[in-house]
């Protein structure tokens, strides 16, 4: 059986869009969704580093999560682009890894940031008192270099697996960028071995994470029953909101996908259900935090009319 794992082949991604009339409104689609996320994610990382009332914990977190699906979208979208404009379908042996090595590290440690912004939530509203302590600008800082850690040395098992084994016969991905799961469908070898691995990935990066988001808000929601202060509740309530929503649009598809048994997937499925999480929950996120939010729109009348007032 002929082996092709020699790092000056090429792999070929199979992409999203089907070469018509269709798949060009398709692909403007996303290159509109992708220009609003590389706009909104730089904004409101801009627009926090720039306003000191936002130099607190929460929003330094939420910097960190707009400048992971900064690079997360850019990881992906660029490549398929480049891919559909020019007909070229083909990605290097390195150049997979590379993507893939970027998406794994940036899942990851995005679900361990949005469980920790989560606890950030938790210690504000069930400890106000002891906040500045639990959630101190070290603690802070710890979490986010633990998420960026982690992730790292995850992708890095899985990348380096998927480049070390054998692939033979085609070496089409049926997907729009290098995920490691569609790779191994080329392979020569049995990959039950990894399969296994992949769903104690998913379960330390996402279900634990997502455990410890849903105590965090259940303790939440019952310290906010019991408030007096109905704006308070208000406030309260509209985070809890905001978070939950993003949790849910980024776990639920990712759970989804690579939970399931293998007999169980199919490639279209797994492409339509990228998308969610690769492509419109880096847009959907700062547009969530910044509209529903009253002290990032406050922020950024602020800027703007410092800036209009240097101008004048």
């Known amino acids: 059986m002929e082996n092709y794992n020699q790092t000056s082949i090429y792999f070929i991604l199979l992409g999203l869009f089907p070469s018509s009339r269709i798949g060009m409104f398709l692909f403007i689609i996303i ?38 699906d900064l690079t997360y979208i850019s990881t992906i979208v660029p490549k398929m682009a480049y891919n ?24 990851g440690a995005e679900g361990l940031l949005l469980a920790a912004m989560a606890y950030d939530r938790f210690v504000a509203i069930c400890f106000p ?32 697996y998927a480049l070390n084994i054998p692939y033979c016969q085609s070496r089409a991905i049926n997907h729009f960028f290098c995920d490691v799961p ?31 988001i849903a105590f965090s808000y259940g303790r939440i929601l019952l310290v906010v029953h019991h408030m007096n202060s109905t704006e308070g509740k208000k406030k309260a309530y509209s985070t809890c909101s905001t978070h939950l929503t993003v949790i849910t649009l980024y776990s639920a598809p990712f759970a989804y996908t ?14 339509v259900l990228a998308m969610l999480y690769t492509i419109f929950t880096p847009m959907l996120n700062p547009i969530i935090y910044s509209l529903r939010n009253k002290e990032v729109m406050g922020a950024l009348r602020r800027v703007i009319q410092r800036i209009c007032s240097v101008k004048m």
């Open 129 to 160: 008192l002891h906040y500045h302590i639990r959630v101190s600008k070290r603690i802070c800082v710890l979490m986010i270099i633990g998420s960026w850690i982690m992730g790292s040395i995850n992708s890095f098992a899985h990348t380096a």
């Open 258 to 271: 690579y939970l399931r048994p293998k007999f169980l997937r199919t490639p279209t499925e797994d492409k």
């Open 31 to 68: 290159v509109l969704i992708f220009l609003i996320a590389l706009f909104g994610n730089f904004s409101m990382i801009l627009l926090i580093f720039l306003d000191n009332n936002l130099h607190t914990p929460m929003y330094f977190l939420l910097s960190q999560l707009s400048l992971m």
């Open 84 to 107: 559909f404009l020019f007909n070229d379908k083909s990605i290097s042996f390195i150049g997979c890894g590379i993507q893939s090595f970027f998406f794994l590290t940036l899942a």
């Open 182 to 212: 569609a790779m191994l469908t080329l392979a020569c070898i049995d990959t039950w071995v990894y399969e296994s691995t992949v769903f104690v990935s998913t379960t330390i990066f996402l279900l634990v994470p997502f455990t410890c």
